[in-house]
T-cell receptor, first 114, second 111 residues
Framework: GENVEQHPSTLSVQEGDSAVIKCTYSDSASNYFPWYKQELGKRPQLIIDIRSNVGEKKDQRIAVTLNKTAKHFSLHITETQPEDSAVYFCAASREDGATNKLIFGTGTLLAVQP | NAGVTQTPKFRVLKTGQSMTLLCAQDMNHEYMYWYRQDPGMGLRLIHYSVGEGTTAKGEVPDGYNVSRLKKQNFLLGLESAAPSQTSVYFC??????????FGPGTRLTVT
């Protein structure tokens, strides 16, 4: 079945450094790749997403890159701040209008040390 | 708009008891999903619905049933709760091409 692998499971960086989280997916028909941020005790919230017709997307300090040939995509956070500390989830889905169900990675706990 | 809401927020059950979790959305979304979240295992899809009156199995459907009699509501039922069903349950909804919104979650403990 579909599978999404996410690495690393934990990541600790100093404030101001960059953080990179990587995901690989198994379903070659996947064409939508969102990233969610979940703070402790809260619901996951979308921070950025990318569709398969583009290779990179940026939103201020956050960027996502996609390599469809290799079936992997990455989240890049620059100039990290303590408020970036959270669990980050990648996901993949086949947006065919039939199910549009997201398959999630197992999450990365990011700790930004002040 | 309230977005996606879930009731209850917390619940403690004894093994063998039953309960229903209610998810409601006011965004007129077609697709609705139930996930469970366990430490180190991410969000796993239990069941989902692509429209009123439809349901389908996700990755971990055993021990759960669902119904979507109205477009805005998606119910998750546990007929005979087991300790392995202790988890945080999230409901989510989305439209065809837009982002998926999550509810606030229900923390369920089965003793």
């Amino acid at each position: 079945g579909e599978n999404v692998e996410q690495h690393p499971s934990t990541l600790s960086v100093q404030e101001g450094d960059s953080a990179v989280i990587k995901c690989t997916y198994s379903d070659s028909a996947s064409n939508y790749f969102p990233w969610y941020k979940q703070e402790l005790g809260k619901r996951p919230q979308l921070i950025i997403d990318i569709r398969s017709n583009v290779g990179e997307k940026k939103d201020q300090r956050i960027a996502v890159t996609l390599n469809k040939t290799a079936k992997h995509f990455s989240l890049h956070i620059t100039e990290t701040q303590p408020e970036d500390s959270a669990v980050y989830f990648c996901a993949a889905s086949r947006e065919d209008g039939a199910t549009n169900k997201l398959i999630f990675g197992t999450g990365t706990l990011l700790a930004v040390q002040p | 708009n309230a977005g996606v809401t879930q009731t209850p927020k917390f619940r403690v059950l004894k093994t063998g008891q039953s309960m229903t979790l209610l998810c409601a959305q006011d965004m007129n979304h077609e697709y609705m999903y139930w996930y469970r979240q366990d430490p180190g295992m991410g969000l796993r899809l239990i069941h989902y619905s692509v429209g009123e009156g439809t349901t389908a199995k996700g990755e971990v459907p055993d021990g759960y049933n669902v119904s979507r009699l109205k477009k805005q509501n998606f119910l998750l039922g546990l007929e005979s709760a087991a300790p392995s069903q202790t988890s945080v349950y999230f409901c989510a909804s989305r439209d065809r091409i837009y982002e998926q919104y999550f509810g606030p979650g229900t923390r369920l403990t089965v003793t």
